[in-house]
């Protein structure tokens, strides 16, 4: 899947707090700057490129031995399934068992859930390794978002955009109270995600016949929104 990088856009945020240094009780003389905190901001949109899966396989026994059993032997064959994919990266996820009770409180049996978790940026593969699953284990959830090698490639191009923009909001500002310059007293650079994940629907579980194959699905990653922010302050010469 093609993947590029859409829709850049750059806001300087318009809140900016002044802070007037002022002499204190314990100095004879005042500093002699103005203060002012402020922050911009740099975002840009960028197509998802990497999807992650959880299935799972849920089961009853008599006794814990046997559920255990039925558990791993599924999770095994699943592994042994995800082994002929190898652009996808998969490891077993959450397990967990508990105890049935009748109504005098006596143990009847135990129910158990075991997970494996599915990671890659081969979309293809994974949609149809999931359809191979599928045939014995449950979806539990499908989200997409950027890959952390794509990710750290795009905040460090941000980090530069974001202080390229701070520094000119600054020489703004100083303009602004017809200051002579300023110098910096301090930065941070912050990153932020929002990753709009589409939902894999319970509707398009296995169902009918246990003979029936399941169909891959057509994946749509959609897009995320990769954020840096640079605020702090600088003091304005007069």
Request: hydrophobic fraction near 35%.
């Amino acid at each position: 899947m093609k993947n590029t990088l859409l829709n850049k856009a750059a806001l300087a945020s318009g809140t900016v707090c002044l802070m007037t240094a002022m002499m204190g009780s314990a100095h004879a003389e005042p500093t002699g700057y103005d203060q002012l905190t402020f922050q911009t901001e740099i975002k840009e949109e960028i197509q998802n490129d990497e999807v992650r899966a959880s299935l799972y396989k849920k089961a009853q026994a008599t006794d814990s031995k046997t559920l255990a059993t039925m558990l791993n032997t599924s999770i095994n064959n699943a592994m042994k399934i995800a082994k002929r994919y190898p652009s996808v990266t998969v490891s077993t996820g959450q397990q967990r068992t508990y105890p049935r009770y009748d109504k005098n409180d006596k143990i009847i049996g135990w129910t158990g859930q075991a997970n494996i978790d599915l990671k890659s940026t081969d979309f293809s593969a994974t949609s149809q390794l999931i359809a191979d699953l599928q045939e014995t284990l449950v979806m539990d959830n499908l989200n997409f978002g950027v890959s952390d090698t794509k990710k750290d490639a795009l905040e460090q191009k941000l980090m530069t955009e974001a202080s390229r923009a701070f520094q000119q909001q600054a020489k703004s500002l100083t303009r602004a109270w017809d200051a002579r310059g300023y110098r910096v007293v301090n930065v941070n650079l912050n990153t932020g995600s929002n990753y709009p994940r589409p939902m894999y629907s319970a509707m398009s579980m296995k169902s009918g016949m246990a003979d029936e194959s399941v169909p891959s699905q057509s994946f749509e990653s959609g897009n995320s929104t990769i954020s840096v922010t640079a605020n702090g302050t600088i003091e304005l010469t007069k």
